[in-house]
Each structure stands twice: as structure tokens, then as C-alpha cells.
């Protein structure tokens, strides 16, 4: 019996895609899709009628590169498949060769014809096929809900026949929409607002806030951990990490107790977007969730808004805690980000934040403070560190 050469079929939703953003969107994904599986063994990739594919001939681990591949933004569904030429006995062969290998009470074929040119229409092959099945196994035909469904592509020099597509995480192919700087604390919500912004296609670069020496820390690794999480999604991230704890100190010399909280933020934003301007990221992103905490009210996000020049996106604004955590829970930042720490939203944290300031009223406990120095400061302060998934033989770990 001749050898099974496995594939991996990739469907994409072209959906929602302008004409003219498609060529690019399919350049990042081949690109991602090529980096994501690079230390796995030998793929070739190929574009084919509306579908990827990764022809894994010799390959050692066809069903790694389709989880890999399963996140993967852009990515609809992906299946491990086998290609045989495009005549009805090799679709035969392998089709036997599947079905030997499972128990299963009801099917049905599913047969797709990219070119319509192919001698047989498509329910003539679920027809032909379906009788082959059925004189092998005992089972039925069912063809709303069958146990199995076994698909069946047919494309001009190939046909790909597969079980169980999985589906992937849609959005768009990370890199697809620029790059985005996403202010990363320790906690649940901004690992799943950066995600948010990978899932659209942006390039996301992490800025975190730590006040070492004054705390431990722990925040800094917290931040590590969850960046080479996500990593996982991007394939590449920097984590700029900014010395904060100075600039409050400053801040406690001058600023009210309750007005702290939004003069820390505002800082945070000015310095992230310095940071983003250097490198040509157009917005900033945060995990704020309206009405979440005291210092997330309507007024205050208004007030954070005034101190930025570029946009601020909060992908999860409209969010209730519980399906933050959740989705928190399934990408795997959760478990990172409960873990107990000192974030340096903690240090010099008045008991009662301010939740209705006006512009005025900032703009004056502002103006004791030389805001141009302090964030140039954290400017400069900022170290940056390279995360890389799957890690590259020869790594670049420098800027
Ligand atoms: P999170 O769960 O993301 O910490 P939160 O509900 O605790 O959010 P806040 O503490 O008000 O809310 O923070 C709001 C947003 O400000 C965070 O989602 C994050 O984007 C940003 N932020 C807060 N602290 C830091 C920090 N130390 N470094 C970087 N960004 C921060
Ligand atoms: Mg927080």
C-alpha cells in the first residue's frame, strides 16, 4: 500500500477582507505560518484556490504543525489531511485507510470541488465514495448529524481527504494592522487587551511599569512570564520594562492623595507613547474595563484620554470581569496573573482614588510637576527584552 503524505489544509474567512487588503493579508499569514512551524521539520507551503497548504512529506510531526497552526490569527480552521492525485481510486485508498481506523455509528462525505472541470460533480463523489464506505464498515449514512465527516477537496493536480478540521482563532494575521504599544501590568485584564489587539492583526509591543527598588520584583517577572506567553500568538515581542518608582515618589511630594492614581496614569500613557513613537507604533492599548475599579469611570478615562497624542485602545471596555477572566483562563495568562505581587500600582496608592476630576483640576496638581523631565526619564530608563517563540538558533537579543 502506498504511503500516506500528510498536509495540513488551511481555510482563512476572506470575508470582511477588501480586495485590495487581501494580497497582503495572505503575506502575513504565509509569513506567520512559516515562522510558527520553522523548528518542527521540513514544510512547503503553497496557495491553492482560496486555501493554504503545508505539504509535510518526510515530515516528523504532521499533527504538531497543525496545533501550532490552530494559533495562528487569520486562521479559520486548519486540518491534517492527506493528498492522493485526483482519481476516484487513490481518493479510495485513503479514504479506506481512515475509516479502517475508527469506530464510528454514521458518516457522510463531504466532497468540495475547487474546479468544476473535474469529471465528477461533487454529490457524484459523495455518492461513489459513500458506497465504498459502506460496503467496509458497518455504519450509516447520515448526513445532518454523522459521528463522522470525511472531507473530501478535490483541486486541479490533487485531492486532499480529511477528518476533523479544527477551527482556529479568525482575526487577522498578526503584523497585518502595525504595531500597537500595550501597557502590561501584573494583573488579569491587559494580557487579554494585548491578545485582543493580535487577534486584529496589530504587532504589539509591551510596556511595563515597575517600581524596583522600592518593591520587590516580582511584577517585572510576572510581566516576563505573561509576555512569553503571548509570544506564543506573535512569534516575536519586545517587553520594555520602565523604572516608575521615582517618578511616584515625585509625585507623593506634590500631588494629593486622590489625584494620584490619574497623575501615575497619565504619566504611564505619555511615557508608553514616547516609547511607541520610537518605534512607529500608531496607538497605545490598555485593559481598562468601563466602571471596573474607581479609577475606570467615564471622567477618568476622559482625563487619561487628554494626556495622550495618539489613540488609546481598550479592547475591553465593554467587557464584564467574568468574561475577561474567562478568556484570561483559556489563553493561560490567569493562572500568571493571580500570582500575588506588589505592582507598582500598589506603592503610594491612596485608599480613595478620585473618579470625577476635571480637566482643570489635573491640568493644576500637574503643574507642580515638571512632566516634560519626569518622562523623559522614563524614557529613558527603559530597558527592553526580546521574547521569541519558537526560539530561533541564532537569536538577535539585541535592540
Ligand atoms: P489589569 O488587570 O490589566 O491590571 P486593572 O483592572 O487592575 O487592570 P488598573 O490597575 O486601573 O486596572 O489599570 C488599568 C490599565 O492600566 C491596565 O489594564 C494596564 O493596561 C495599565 N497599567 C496599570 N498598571 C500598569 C503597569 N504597572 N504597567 C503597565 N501598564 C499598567
Ligand atoms: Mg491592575
Redesign the pocket.
Known sequence: MSRLRPAVIVHYHEVGLKRGNRPLFLRHLARNLTRTTSDLGPVRLRQLSGRILLDLDDHPAPEKVRDRILRVFGVASAALAYRVPSTLEAMKAVVGRLVERRTFASFRISARRAFKTYPLTSVELNRQLGAFVLEKVAARVDLKEPELEIHVEVMPSETFVYVDPMTGPGGLPVGASGTVV??????????V?AWRMMKRGCRVVF????SVPYLPAT?QAK?RALVERLTEWQYESRLLQ?P?GEIQREVVLTVPPPAR?IVY?RL?VRIAEALARERAALAL?????LG??A??TLQNIARIDEAAGMPILRPLIGMDKLEITGEAQRLGTFEI?IEPDA???TLFVPAHPATRMSEDEVCAVEARLDVPRLVAQGRAGAVAETFEFPARAHAALTE
Open positions: 500595550a501597557l502590561l501590568s501584573g494583573g488579569i485584564d491587559s494580557p487587551a510596556v511595563h511599569f515597575h511584577s510581566a520602565v516608575f492614581v496614569r504611564m492599548a490598555t485593559g481598562e474595563s471596573q475599579v479609577s475606570q496573573s505592582d507598582c500600582c
